[in-house]
């Protein structure tokens, strides 16, 4: 049974930190790509960050130096750790899975999600 469970979104203001969590079955926590993706009202959801289970780590360049992806293990959890918040940060954002990374970082690629957790910064 896949579950995907996001938690941690908020409100917060530019310039601040946020962390999100997405808290996963066991089996795809340990035999899946994992993601982080975000939506905007009236726009596409869009990846963020990706984590193979290699630990291969791939960014968008919107978030580069500023987000970080990371699996907490004993928990079955991939988190978001986001600083520097700006209004463009905005969002729904989902943890999605795909038994494998795909080559593109783009929704249609991954196969399960959650059911999101919103993220507003002022």
């Known amino acids: 049974h896949v579950q995907l469970v996001e938690s941690g979104g908020g409100s917060v203001q530019a310039g601040g930190s946020l962390r999100v969590s997405c808290v996963a079955s066991?089996?795809?926590?340990?035999?899946?790509?994992m993601g982080w993706f975000r939506q905007a009202p009236g726009k596409e959801r869009e990846g963020v960050a990706r984590i193979h289970i290699d630990g291969t780590m791939k960014y968008s360049n919107s978030v580069k130096g500023r987000f970080t992806i990371s699996k907490d293990n004993a928990k079955n959890t991939l988190n978001l750790q986001m600083n520097s918040l700006t209004p463009e940060d905005s969002g729904m954002y989902y943890c999605?899975?795909?038994?494998?990374?795909?080559?593109?970082?783009?929704?249609?690629?991954?196969?399960?999600w959650g059911q999101g957790t919103q993220v507003t910064v002022s």
């Open positions: 999605g899975a795909v038994q494998r990374c795909p080559i593109r970082f783009i929704a249609d690629d991954f196969g399960w």
């Open positions: 066991e089996y795809i926590y340990g035999s899946y790509c």
